[in-house]
């Protein structure tokens, strides 16, 4: 029987393993080696404690100096933040700590240690971490948040395969515009006029005509002139398409969706949820589902009754979202609104010809609208009349009309905002943490 690295019956006495420090649980009291990198220190005469990252979690190394050779010790005594280097060491239990584990370090071997990282430990105007972002995605709010992105980016692509959808990809390049032609960023395009894309769907209806059951999943892009705190040039949405399927089935289907998504948060994240200092509790309801369906007017009315300065046929602004969401301990979906506020592709309410068959979800605690969806017009004659109305250009949408001329059928979509479901669910202020690289009217580095 020959030993191999991996072979777990290999002698730890011995063999040391290379692990991640999220993995410290399954080995203490072992010997092992890990690759980290530095993001402070502390010593005091015969005692360095150095706080250490890897990637998948932050925990202390503790380097004595009778426990190692002097050249060792010298070492971890020059170690500057952000320095990388091997450890070995044994894992123990720490109670005190956030992560619950450290490292008794007995070995070490610097790879790379250099001076001057911009980044310290102290308070940093927003302005000069995300001057430094390629830099501040290393420290631990930044890590929780992209952690939790992930989680939520598992989530839906599990989800979407259980409910049986697959994976559809759409165009960035695009030649029309779906959700209105004032925010689009145009772009040269040999001897034509581009756009680049706001929306995916259009082409989600194709795929859904194809496949069935389709969702779209990647970069969207507005020109909105907005310095909100929910607005980005760029952000990341997800669409899925759904062939056969009315309105309320969808509305069914986004519910189970925002469920299972915050449930594996709240499963795989308790770590992340605890540095960003996010109650899991606050999330909790989301996974129960039974969100409240709003129609448009009620909405009014509840507007109108407290006193806010609102008719019908507005839009909500912020405020207003602000306002509904504090009603409610999990989000809400706002139904059936005014044609006059939405766009041309949408079926109108046959009970009411003034309003869509459509939705938006408002997220719980002032966080507004991270969804927006409908049942789309199937009939080729009525969609037609609704593209020429929005004084849009038919022949544009001559392949969308092919949609339904050829084997229309009634069928729904919607689109979730990536970035503000994140923003949401880890209480941030402002919805350009919840992307590694955030695209906004006055930043684009780096
Ligand atoms: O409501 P929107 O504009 O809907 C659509 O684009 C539809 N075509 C979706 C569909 O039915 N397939 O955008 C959908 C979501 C919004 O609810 C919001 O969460 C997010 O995209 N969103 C933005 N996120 C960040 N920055 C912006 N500028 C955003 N604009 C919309
Ligand atoms: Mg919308």
Redesign the pocket.
């Known amino acids: 029987h020959v030993h191999c690295i991996n072979d777990k019956k290999v002698d730890r006495n011995f063999m040391t393993e290379l692990i991640s420090i999220k993995d410290s649980s399954k080995h203490v009291d072992e010997e092992v080696k890990m690759h980290v990198w530095l993001t402070d220190k502390r010593s005091s005469g015969k005692i360095i404690f150095l706080q250490l990252r890897d990637g998948t979690a932050f925990f202390q190394g503790v380097v004595r100096k009778n426990d190692v050779s002097e050249e060792v010790f010298e070492a971890a005594k020059t170690l500057r933040q952000e320095a990388s280097f091997y450890i070995t060491g044994t894992v123990h239990e720490d109670a005190r700590s956030h992560f619950g584990y450290e490292i008794q370090i007995t070995d070490l071997k610097v790879v790379s240690n250099n001076e001057s990282y911009p980044i310290g430990n102290k308070e940093h105007g927003v302005d000069f971490l995300l001057d430094h972002r390629h830099l501040w995605l290393r420290s631990k709010k930044p890590f929780a948040i992209m952690q939790i992105r992930n989680t939520m980016f598992k989530a839906t692509v599990d989800f979407f395969e259980k409910e049986g959808f697959i994976k559809f990809d759409a165009p960035i390049f695009m030649h029309s515009a ?2 209105g032609t004032t925010q689009l960023f145009h772009v040269e395009y040999f001897d034509h006029d581009a756009y680049l894309s ?2 995916g ?1 259009l082409y ?1 209806e194709a795929g859904a005509m194809a496949y069935g059951k389709i969702f779209t999943f990647g970069p ?1 892009f ?1 020109a ?1 002139e ?1 310095k909100g705190r ?4 760029e ?1 990341w ?1 997800m ?1 899925p ?1 759904m062939a056969w399927m009315h309105q309320d089935e969808s509305l069914d289907l986004q519910e189970r969706y925002l469920a299972y998504m915050v449930k594996q948060v709240l499963d795989k994240n308790e770590y992340e949820l605890k540095i960003l200092g996010r109650d899991p509790e606050k999330l909790r309801p989301t996974t129960e589902g039974n969100f409240v369906r709003l129609p448009y007017d009620d909405a009014v009315k509840m507007l109108q009754e407290a006193g806010r300065d609102f008719k019908w046929g507005d839009d909500f602004g912020a405020p207003d979202e602000g306002y509904i969401s504090e009603q409610y301990d999990r989000p809400v979906f706002i139904v059936n609104y005014p044609t006059s506020i939405k ?1 041309f592709y949408m079926k109108k309410n046959p009970d009411n010809p003034k309003e869509y068959l459509c939705a ?1 979800v408002i997220a719980p605690e002032g966080y507004g ?6 049942e789309r017009e199937g009939n080729y004659e009525v969609l037609k009349q609704q593209i020429i109305d929005a004084g849009l250009n038919l022949e544009d949408y001559q392949w969308y009309l092919d949609l339904r001329q050829f084997g229309g059928v009634p069928h729904s ?5 990536f ?3 994140i923003a949401w669910v880890c209480h941030l202020d402002h ?1 350009r943490e919840a992307i590694p690289f955030p695209r906004l009217i006055n930043r684009m580095q780096p």
Do not use: A, C, K, L
């Open positions: 779906p959700e706001q929306s769907q989600g969207t507005r909105e907005s929910r607005h980005m040039t952000f949405m669409e398409e766009p938006d609208e991270i969804f927006g969806g409908s979509g919607f689109g979730m905002g970035e503000r479901t919805i």
